[in-house]
């Protein structure tokens, strides 16, 4: 059986023009049902199983294995964990519950770290599915989901359309928009917006993030490594081909998931909005990866702000909002990977953050000696977009090999 | 109960009760509040009207104005 299962074809996410096209073609069922104010949940279980087992067959067929053990422990803790809340509400098994659903996730990205090699735990989108498995169990412990069955929860964790890389949904909105079927104006809509969607991501990612990934990035990285110099000019165009490709290869893929999630009427939310236009950095985190950095707001910055807020951990205010800041960002750069440019970038934008709130305030008590026109936006747009390439090229790891493995 | 959910947002903004005049301006476009001032919000909403809001059910979409907040404290004291 393993056998004739690592002997099938893969086909990972979105990969191929003919990909979209065996896709599209299998939920057109679904979306002729739509259409006429009906959802086949079967048939969309079928094919979303499909198209997950085609995922991870073939060659990645232990991360196939690893992905059904994944599913049912989380799904476990998840059942225990609402039976149990409607009797109790310890903290102690909430915060026990809650390392349970993460540590899966920390065993892979400690795995290279420790022991120099992938966990075999590991499976594409593990963050992903844990992201959504730890915000339900937060939601629980808030009374804000009371019922769920093992089905409603399998089904929201690995809907297909953004089972690898996002964006991260939530339950209930997920739910909410699951349990009614669009009308068909509303359906229609859905469908418009997400051809627009999926033609803007095949821009994106098959276009413009191909020629900055595959024709414009290698040429300035061989470059700079043959000259060995830091400050150089192509180092600088190593930073903005890298941060152009990580949008545009992103924000594709982003836009693909959207898009096929609107074509099985379920709104997934949009996971970027223009980020290159932040007037500063606190705007750039509601423009970049936003179904990422909203979750980190809301089940990390909010939770510990509010903690601390009750039991009085810190006197001053400001104080309080650094170390959240901090908090947050450190820890999303430790998600990434454990290597120390990871860390380096969710440090620097912690720091970022921390700054700009600073500069926030200083503002608003100078605000009439201040000039405030289109050229000073201007600076302002500049400087968090160079701030930000900055940072994305510690994120890409290419000063790793500069620094330390260029040979 | 504006004025008091006023007084709440200038205390925990430190900004003047003036900036919170108009009642439907929303208070996350307008910069006037930030995550770090909901949870002062939502800690002084708790103290002053005695109603819990888990910080996972606030959803900006239903919050951001002051007729919105109103509206939301009334249902909880209502639940």
Redesign the interface.
């Known amino acids: 059986m393993i056998n004739w299962i690592a002997s099938l074809p893969n086909f990972s996410a979105y990969g191929t023009p003919m990909y979209f096209f065996y896709l599209i073609l299998a939920i057109l069922p679904l979306g002729i049902g739509l259409y006429f104010g009906k959802r086949f949940s079967w048939y969309e279980a079928l094919i979303s199983f499909i198209f997950i087992f085609l995922m991870f067959d073939g060659s990645s067929w232990q991360q196939g294995i690893s992905l059904i053990v994944y599913v049912i422990y989380e799904t476990c803790l998840v059942m225990y964990y609402t039976h149990y809340r409607k009797k109790q509400n310890g903290s102690g098994t909430f915060y026990l519950i809650s390392a349970l659903s993460i540590l899966p996730l920390v065993i892979v990205k400690l795995s290279p770290a420790m022991v120099g090699h992938n966990s075999l735990l590991g499976f594409l989108g593990i963050s992903y599915l844990t992201f959504r498995a730890v915000g339900t169990v937060?939601?629980t412990r808030?009374?804000?989901i009371k019922e769920i069955s093992p089905w409603k929860f399998i089904r929201f964790i690995l809907f297909m359309p953004t089972i690898t890389s996002g964006p991260i949904d939530r339950y209930r909105r997920f739910e909410k928009d699951y349990q009614k079927v669009p009308s068909r104006d509303e359906y229609l809509q859905l469908v418009s917006k997400g051809i627009f969607y999926l033609f803007l991501g095949f821009l994106y990612k098959f276009v413009i993030g191909y020629f900055f990934g595959q024709r414009f990035y290698p040429y300035f990285e061989r470059l700079t490594l043959a000259e060995h110099d830091p400050f150089s000019w192509h180092m600088l165009g190593v930073m903005y081909t890298y941060g152009f490709y990580l949008f545009f290869d992103f924000a594709g893929y982003s836009l693909f998931a959207v898009a096929i999630s609107y074509f099985m009427g379920v709104k997934s939310p949009m996971n970027f909005k223009q980020p290159f236009k932040s007037k500063n950095i606190?705007e750039f985190w509601n423009r970049w990866h936003i179904s990422l950095s909203f979750w980190f707001?809301?089940?990390i910055?909010?939770?510990f702000?509010?903690m601390a807020?009750?039991k009085r951990w810190f006197k001053n205010?400001n104080a309080?909002?650094s170390t959240?800041y901090m908090l947050n960002m450190v820890l999303m750069g430790f998600w990434h990977g454990i290597t120390w440019y990871y860390i380096l970038y969710g440090f620097l934008h912690g720091i970022a953050l921390v700054v700009n709130d600073w500069w926030l305030r200083y503002k608003?008590k100078h605000l009439k000696k201040l000039p405030h026109n289109k050229f000073t936006t201007g600076v302002a747009i500049f400087i968090t977009f160079n701030f930000v390439m900055f940072t994305f090229l510690i994120f890409s790891g290419f000063l790793d090999t500069f620094f330390f493995n260029n040979h | 109960m504006q004025e008091q959910i006023i007084n709440i947002l200038a205390d925990t903004t430190g900004?003047d009760a003036a900036d919170f005049s108009d009642a439907s301006q929303d208070l996350f476009t307008s910069g006037l509040l930030?995550?770090?001032a909901?949870?002062?919000l939502?800690?002084g909403l708790q103290d002053e009207f005695g109603v819990q809001v888990?910080?996972?059910?606030?959803d900006r979409s239903q919050w951001n104005t002051i007729e919105k907040i109103e509206q939301r404290v009334k249902e909880l004291q209502n639940a």
């Open positions: 937060i939601e808030d009374g804000m606190k707001r809301d089940y910055f909010m939770r702000v509010f807020t009750k205010r309080l909002s959240a608003r | 900004r930030d995550s770090m909901t949870v002062s939502l800690l888990p910080v996972s059910e606030f």
